[in-house]
């Protein structure tokens, strides 16, 4: 059975979207009108990602980086060689590598 994608409408709810979405605008996340970032909840690590429309966020998203090739080796290795460019806590940019997949997949 295949999953569907898990989408959470931007509202007043935890986390901050709109703080998260101004942190990410400064790095090299945008990737085919979205902008993406890992979270880690609990023990879980989730490919996330937002996108943004007609002057504020319109939804985000927890990918399954599984069908995009991203391994979780790659989303282990992303947080590992995190810099801190993100100061949401749990929050982490994605790495060179997965932006590359993203790229691939996306920016053609």
Do not use: W
């Not at 569907?4 to 709810?13: E, G, H, I, K």
């Not at 939804?59 to 290795?77: A, L, N, R, W, Y």
């Not at 995190?82 to 940019?93: A, M, S």
């Amino acid at each position: 059975m295949s999953s569907l994608p898990r989408y959470v409408m931007s509202d007043a709810s935890v986390p901050n979207y709109d703080a998260i979405f101004k942190e990410l605008c400064d790095t090299s996340c945008y990737i085919n009108s979205s902008y993406y970032y890992i979270r880690k909840q609990d023990k879980e690590l989730q490919l996330c990602r937002i996108i943004y429309g007609t002057g504020k966020i319109f939804f985000h998203e927890i990918v399954d980086h599984k069908k995009h090739g991203i391994s979780d080796d790659d989303i282990e290795t992303a947080i590992y060689l995190d810099t801190g460019q993100l100061i949401t806590p749990n929050h982490y940019v994605i790495s060179p590598h997965i932006e590359t997949k993203l790229r691939t997949l996306y920016d053609t």
